[in-house]
């Protein structure tokens, strides 16, 4: 697979003086297994040092332009950072195209795809901030990262779905949900539970998960679309 890294470098901004740092962000494990006469190696060292830039950068952001206390200062950097957020921003700048790996994994187009997309957008920061420092890692993740904080903020994507369920029901409805365990199965090591959520006596929604908490806010999150609130 030939790279298109002149494209890469347009669309973040930033033009590499050592090429192979790039080259190396964008080079998943898997590719090595299947090329292993390729003198690159695989982005997860670089992934390591990415993640830190992106926490620091996003930390000093929230704490320089806003006074809201540390609570709700690390749900939104959390919203900001995720790998869905991340997955996201790395398919809007075509990088999913340009990523080197394995036969296998370029057929897998599920969860698998989005974990190696945000990985890649980590490495990208630490290939970044080796080649010209600080100051263009963070211009980086200000212009494709922190330009999503205003949407974020609008939406409330920052909460998790059971707040956002209860905000959203004391708002419309003026009732507070509640979540009843209706079933569970499996041995103590792999407990199964169904939880449904309610709003008086309605039934709105249910989930299952492997904890109480994760059924909870599955079925939270299911409920959230059945009224349409989300």
């Known amino acids: 697979m030939e790279q298109n890294l002149e494209k890469v470098q347009a669309k973040i901004g930033w033009k590499f003086a050592k090429i192979?740092?790039?080259?190396?962000?964008?080079?998943?494990?898997?590719?090595?297994?299947?090329?292993?006469?390729?003198?690159?190696?695989?982005?997860?060292?670089?992934?390591?040092?990415?993640?830190?830039?992106?926490?620091?950068?996003?930390?000093?952001?929230?704490?320089?332009?806003?006074?809201?206390?540390?609570?709700?200062?690390?749900n939104w950097r959390a919203a900001l950072v995720n790998g869905e957020m991340l997955a996201k921003i790395a398919k809007e700048l075509e990088l999913e195209n340009e990523i080197l790996m394995s036969k296998g994994e370029r057929k897998d187009t599920g969860k698998a795809r989005?974990?190696?997309?945000?990985?890649?957008?980590?490495?990208?920061?630490?290939?970044?901030?080796?080649?010209?420092?600080?100051?263009?890692?963070?211009?980086?993740?200000?212009?494709s990262i922190i330009v999503k904080l205003d949407g974020i903020l609008k939406n409330k994507s920052y909460l998790d779905p059971k707040s956002y369920f209860q905000e959203k029901a004391q708002e419309l409805v003026q009732v507070t949900p509640h979540y009843e365990v209706e079933k569970q199965w499996g041995p103590d090591h792999d407990k199964k539970f169904l939880v449904a959520v309610f709003l008086g006596a309605e039934r709105v929604a249910e989930g299952t998960g492997s904890s109480k908490q994760e059924a909870q806010r599955r079925a939270a999150e299911n409920a959230l679309k059945v009224k349409g609130w989300k």
């Open 114 to 143: 989005q974990y190696i997309l945000a990985n890649a957008m980590e490495a990208l920061i630490g290939a970044v901030y080796l080649d010209g420092g600080y100051d263009p890692a963070k211009a980086f993740i200000l212009k």
């Open 20 to 74: 192979e740092l790039l080259r190396e962000s964008l080079t998943h494990r898997s590719y090595l297994n299947e090329n292993r006469r390729f003198k690159i190696d695989h982005n997860e060292r670089m992934e390591f040092l990415g993640d830190a830039v992106l926490e620091l950068v996003v930390t000093e952001y929230l704490f320089n332009h806003f006074p809201n206390p540390e609570g709700e200062l690390t």
